[in-house]
């Protein structure tokens, strides 16, 4: 399967503080992506990328903002945490298994903003 | 706007049941729909069907898109307490490479 790690696994923060999440693939994969998972709304796209420093927003990307300045890694930064922003964060990368296209997700972040 | 709708959110079961979970989409430009599996953690992938490839099967797991209306639905038979999950639909939106996902439906299976 993909190398696809996230990191931090768990992170508490403070209102107001920036937080910046770390998504680390080892394949090459050209499009990453960053979701929130929350109980009610499902997943939803934040932010995705399509190539080095190629970035696009997603449905739910205000507050948020990602860089992309190496194939392998995809940083999702919270400028200025809130608590609505609790949520768990997913990485995702567009890969081919068996001549079939299907995300592979990384572990997921947890996140509590306090 | 492209929406994917599960139904239904949750459901209870006792093993060795068959469930159906179902799944409607309204996407422009149809590629493909896909079921993924989330336990604990990451969600895992299930199936991917197109309009090319309508019906998969996996073990006890398989799976209709249906041509005529933007329908799909997951079917589990003799179920196990390991298939408790939730289970989540998406298909690619406006043809791209980004997916949108339903809000899943949770399955809980009881010895």
């Known amino acids: 399967d993909a190398g696809i790690t996230q990191s931090p696994r768990h992170k508490v923060t403070e209102t107001g503080t920036p937080v910046t999440l770390r998504c680390h693939q080892t394949?090459?994969?050209?499009?990453m992506y960053w979701y929130r998972q929350d109980p009610g709304h499902g997943l939803r796209l934040i932010h995705y990328s399509y190539g080095v420093k190629d970035t696009d927003k997603g449905e739910v990307s205000d507050g948020y903002s990602v860089s992309r300045s190496k194939t392998e890694d995809f940083l999702l930064t919270l400028e200025s945490a809130t608590s609505s922003q609790t949520s768990v964060y997913f990485c995702a990368i567009n890969q081919v298994r068996d001549s079939v296209y299907g995300y592979t997700f990384g572990s997921g972040t947890r996140l509590t903003v306090v | 706007e492209d929406k994917v709708v599960q139904s239904p959110l949750s459901l209870v079961v006792h093993e060795g049941d068959t469930v159906t979970l179902n799944c409607s989409y309204e996407v422009t430009n149809f590629r493909s729909l896909l079921w993924y599996k989330q336990e604990k953690k990451a969600p895992t992938f299930l199936f991917m069907l197109t309009s090319s490839g309508i019906e998969k099967k996996s073990g006890r797991l398989s799976s209709i898109l249906d041509k005529k209306e933007p329908f799909s639905i997951l079917n589990i038979t003799a179920t196990q307490t390991g298939d408790s999950a939730i289970y989540l639909c998406a298909s690619n939106q406006g043809g791209s490479e980004k997916l949108v996902f339903g809000k899943g439906t949770k399955l809980t299976v009881n010895p």
């Open positions: 394949e090459n994969h050209r499009y």
